[in-house]
């Protein structure tokens, strides 16, 4: 069984920053692709981040590339999510999430297990 269980997170002003982590337990975090999906009210998921084990990537949508960076630490088990100059539009519930592949999956849709999900406001 595999679980994800995130961090950070919060309330900022445009143009501040946050990060998350999210830690994985139960396997191992080596061959699993791992990402960062997130919610608007309203709107669909949303994959923004996503990375591989074997160095493929990392990959950043468009609405998040030279702003946020996902980051991952084998040893730790843990990825994160660096966001800086944050705007109102980045206001969403983050999800890490995780599926055991070699690929870099951009598609919210191919990942298996899911955190429970943490809420970032930013206000104007």
């Known amino acids: 069984q595999v679980q994800l269980t995130e961090s950070g997170g919060g309330s900022v002003q445009a143009g501040g920053s946050l990060s998350l982590s999210c830690v994985i337990s139960?396997?191992?975090?080596?061959?699993?692709?791992m990402g960062w999906v997130r919610q608007a009210p309203g709107k669909e998921r949303e994959c923004v981040a996503a990375s591989t084990w074997v160095g493929r990537g990392p990959y950043h949508s468009d609405a998040v590339r030279g702003r946020f960076a996902i980051f991952r630490d084998n040893g730790k088990d843990t990825t994160y999510l660096h966001m800086n100059m944050l705007k109102p539009e980045d206001t969403a519930v983050y999800y890490c999430?995780?599926?055991?592949?070699?690929?870099?999956?951009?598609?919210?849709?191919?990942?298996?297990?899911w955190g429970q999900g943490i809420q970032v406001t930013v206000s104007s």
């Open positions: 999430a995780a599926t055991p592949s070699n690929t870099l999956l951009r598609n919210a849709q191919a990942y298996d297990y």
């Open positions: 139960g396997r191992t975090s080596e061959s699993y692709a």
